[in-house]
């Protein structure tokens, strides 16, 4: 049974700093793997999609990074933003599957 | 813009009532849609796979009577809480999968928020 773990559980940084949320996964037999956003009361936002045969996903300021062999991925943020704040949630599709598995989230919070 | 539209994003219900929850893909046919449950400060819990044309297929402890879910047509899915109760209170996210090059991508609706009094 896939298992998905995000570190850390919550993390607090200035405005401007760069950060990395990070994500491991048990299973390295995936389709992909999906950054989403979800601010409090809200649904989720698709952040990045970064297939099994890609390395790296780059949108903006965000970047993903994606290790199957080792089932572990990274989503970067540079020059944070107060509104950056929000949860942050990393989710893997299981091959043969159209079953999303997630973590259970970083909380960021970005201090003006 | 929006892949996946839900709605109500709230609604207010008396025990004993049914709450109809709807979802749609607005730019792509979903033939498979995705009902999720959150509770505060955890994540997705997944409840059931809503199959357009057949029935749904609930996860072990949900109740497919307390929860119905009607996917009559490639871009609506529906999801009734049938004689809700107070411990039936959460916060319900649909999703459905969009083709992408040779991939899938999920987007999930606005989410609602379920109150029973």
């Known amino acids: 049974k896939q298992e998905v773990t995000q570190i850390p559980a919550a993390l607090s940084v200035p405005e401007g700093e760069n950060l990395v949320l990070n994500c491991s996964f048990t299973?390295?037999?995936?389709?992909?793997l999906q950054w989403f956003r979800q601010d409090p009361g809200k649904g989720l936002t698709s952040l990045l999609l970064?297939?099994?045969?890609?390395r790296e996903q780059t949108s903006g300021r965000l970047n993903a990074s994606l290790d199957k062999s080792s089932g572990r991925s990274t989503l970067y943020i540079a020059a944070s933003q107060p509104g950056d704040s929000a949860t942050y949630l990393c989710?893997?599709?299981?091959?043969?599957?159209?079953?999303?598995?997630f973590g259970k989230g970083t909380k960021l919070s970005v201090i003006p | 813009g929006a892949v996946v539209s839900q709605h109500p994003s709230w609604v207010i219900c008396k025990s004993g009532t049914s709450v109809k929850i709807e979802c749609r893909s607005l730019?792509?046919?979903?033939?498979?849609m995705f009902w999720y449950r959150q509770f505060p400060k955890q994540s997705l819990m997944l409840m059931a796979t809503s199959n357009e044309g057949s029935k749904a297929t609930y996860e072990q402890g949900v109740e497919k009577d307390k929860f119905l879910i009607n996917h009559a047509s490639l871009t609506l899915s529906t999801l009734t809480v049938t004689s809700a109760h107070p411990e039936d209170s959460s916060f319900y996210i649909c999703?459905?999968?969009?083709?992408?090059?040779?991939?899938?991508?999920?987007?999930f609706g606005q989410g609602t928020r379920l109150t029973v009094v």
């Open positions: 989710a893997v599709l299981g091959a043969g599957s159209y079953q999303l598995t």
């Open positions: 970064i297939q099994s045969s890609q």
């Open positions: 299973d390295s037999a995936i389709y992909n």
């Open positions: 730019d792509f046919q979903a033939t498979t």
């Open positions: 999703s459905a999968h969009r083709p992408r090059q040779s991939n899938t991508e999920a987007f």
